[in-house]
């Protein structure tokens, strides 16, 4: 079974920064994007930040300049810089990788953030 790797995720108060990383096994190749996105209570799940193979990234409209997503092509990982966190990011955060034949994704990770 394919497992993607997730870390990062915890407890912060408001304004603190966390960093989540995502690291594809080695048995995944070819991979052509990465990404994090999130699901609140009572919300859909939504776009966080992706990076495709043209190493430009799209975030979504809910991050307004707050969030980084880098990649390191080298081991396969990607990591979300989350700086001046607010409660509404409290969410399960989930990886997403890309490769050429299939999507793959985390089995999420808890992001708290109290006021």
């Known amino acids: 079974q394919v497992q993607l790797v997730e870390s990062g995720g915890g407890l912060v108060q408001a304004g603190g920064s966390l960093r989540l990383s995502c690291a594809a096994p080695?048995?995944?190749?070819?991979?052509?994007?990465m990404g994090w996105y999130r699901q609140a209570p009572g919300k859909q799940r939504e776009l966080v930040a992706a990076?495709?193979?043209?190493?430009?990234?799209i975030y979504g409209d809910s991050i307004k300049g707050r969030f980084t997503i880098s990649r390191n092509r080298a081991y396969d990982t990607t990591f979300l810089q989350m700086d001046n966190l607010k409660p509404e990011d409290t969410a399960v955060y989930y990886c997403?990788?890309?490769?050429?034949?299939?999507?793959?994704w985390g089995q999420g990770i808890q992001v708290a953030v109290s006021s």
């Open positions: 997403k990788i890309v490769s050429p034949w299939r999507e793959f």
């Open positions: 990076m495709a193979s043209n190493g430009n990234p």
């Open positions: 080695r048995s995944i190749t070819g991979i052509k994007a």
